[in-house]
């Protein structure tokens, strides 16, 4: 394999020194920590020097103090040593058993030990065993992330202290979608540090702070929900009569307070109509074991806009499942 070398420490190597180098390859092998290898040239062909393999998985780097001392731990450093470097690098992320196993090469054993003791990993909520685990430091920088992004959007919004899951973090330098994120949060949520409120976050302490208009504005939108029923004003027409600045606001609390459900993104309904025309549902389907869309809205006599936007609901979230025209009831339902 075709291949350039870049000493760590210095510019030349003289015979019969040794050096940490990188071994930058034209072509992909797959060496593992502890492999040998020889080293020749291409012009004579001469066999030059040789090697073991201390770090299979680098990232591109040249001459510093600061990689020399890193290879030395890598090599020389006992499991302790390794394992903190290892998940220092991966900050502010963790790395699984499988994935430390693999890059620091040390036997399971040895590193279920460092693992255990609590100083060199953490594993958050109840990680403990598979992972992932991350270095102290990680842990709590994102602790203070989190919670600082919470506390300034106290301070800024007391209306709405909540901060959506792609704020959060990306106040903590996180992928959303990513596994050391979610793990990270639940733990901080389990230590009641912090509080789900349906898709949004906020300190545990925090509550919606509404001015007396704010207040009049979800009591009557809450109102106008109750009393539409089975077939409440969509999310225009909402706009339409109560203005659009303050509106998205007292939803998203009265869904939070759970007196309102989101149906679609345009449809809101009040709780107990909402429940009420599920139970019709499941009656209906207990009794004749299915249910057309025609029977649905005759049988709460909507129109079919909302006839169909209820039983698309009801079948996401486990009520009924579709069969070409008809709905049944889930096993869980009857």
Known sequence: ATAKLMFADRQRLAPGESCY????LKTKIVPARGDRFI??????????GGGSVIDPHPRKHGRSEEHVRRLETLEKGDPREV??????EARPGGLTFEELLKRSELPAGKLQQ???DGETATAPGDAVGKGPFFHPQAVEDFNRSVLAALEERRRQSPADPTLSLDQLAKAASLPADGRDFHALLAALA?????????SRYSLADAEAKLSDEQKR???A????LESGGAAPSPLKSLRDEYGGKDLELVLGILVDQGKVVKVKPDLYYAAEPLAAARERLIE??????RITLAEFLDLLGISRKYAQALLEYFDRTGVTRRLGDYRVLRRKAR
Not at 21 to 24: F, G, N
Not at 83 to 88: A, N, Q, S
Not at 221 to 224: I, K, M
């Open 221 to 224: 939108v809450a109102g106008a």
């Open 190 to 198: 389990g230590a009641g540090e912090i509080t789900a409120r349906g």
């Open 39 to 48: 080293i020749r040239s291409l012009s004579p062909v001469t066999t030059i």
């Open 217 to 219: 504005l979800m009591e």
């Open 21 to 24: 180098a990188q071994v930058r």
């Open 284 to 289: 209906r389907c207990r009794e004749a074991e």
């Open 114 to 116: 460092v693992l255990e």
């Open 83 to 88: 394992v903190e470097l290892l998940l220092g």
